[in-house]
Every structure is written in C-alpha cells, then in structure tokens.
Nanobody
Framework: QVQFVESGGGLVQPGGSLRLSCAVS????????WGWYRQAPGKQRELVAT???????DYTDSVKGRFTISRDNNKNTVYLQMNSLKPEDTAVYYC???????????WGQGTQVTVSS
C-alpha cells in the first residue's frame, strides 16, 4: 500500500512562502501522476495541483500563478512551492495520487499551513 509523508508546513504571514514536501513510498513512483490536496476547517478536501509522470502540471484557479508543483523521481518526492500566500490558503495539505488517473489511496497525516498576521 502506497504511503505518503507530508512535511514543510507552518505559520507564515500573508504574502509569505512555504515549500511542502511529500515522500512517497511502497510504489513505483516515477510512472504515476501525483497531486496536492488541501482541507480547510469545515470544508471538503479539494485538489490543488497535479503533476503527471511526464511533468505536466495543472492547478485549481485560486492558486494559479502562486503555487508550483514539482517532482524528483530520484527521491520519490513531490513538492509544492507556495508563494504570495493568503489567509484563505490556510488548511491541512495532503499529497496523493492524481485522481484523474486513479482514485486516492489511504491518506497521510498531512501538514498544517496557517497564513495569518
């Protein structure tokens, strides 16, 4: 069963930046697409960004131009660079499979991102 370990979250002021990492294990990492999701308090989990096995990326409208997803196939790791953070980006961030190809697997613990002054 694939496993995800997210890290890199924290408290940041509006306009600040964070880089999230997701270590993926127990799978053949480089042949699959991956995604970053987030869940804010009282809201459903939403897909934020995806990256295919070939490196093509896609983003939800609210983060376009601010977030960048990337992958390192040598380290089995997916990254999310988040710039110009806004309070509405506050959420627990998770990584998982690209849902356009395969349904999500069991979720990791996520990493908390809080944007506040």
């Amino acid at each position: 069963q694939v496993q995800f370990v997210e890290s890199g979250g924290g408290l940041v002021q509006p306009g600040g930046s964070l880089r999230l990492s997701c270590a993926v294990s127990r799978t053949i990492f480089n042949i699959y697409g991956w995604g970053w999701y987030r869940q804010a308090p009282g809201k459903q989990r939403e897909l934020v960004a995806t990256i295919t096995s070939r490196g093509s990326t896609d983003y939800t409208d609210s983060v376009k131009g601010r977030f960048t997803i990337s992958r390192d196939n040598n380290k089995n790791t997916v990254y999310l660079q988040m710039n110009s953070l806004k309070p509405e980006d506050t959420a627990v961030y998770y990584c998982n499979r690209d849902p356009r190809r395969r349904p999500p697997a069991s979720w990791g613990q996520g990493t908390q991102v809080t944007v506040s002054s």
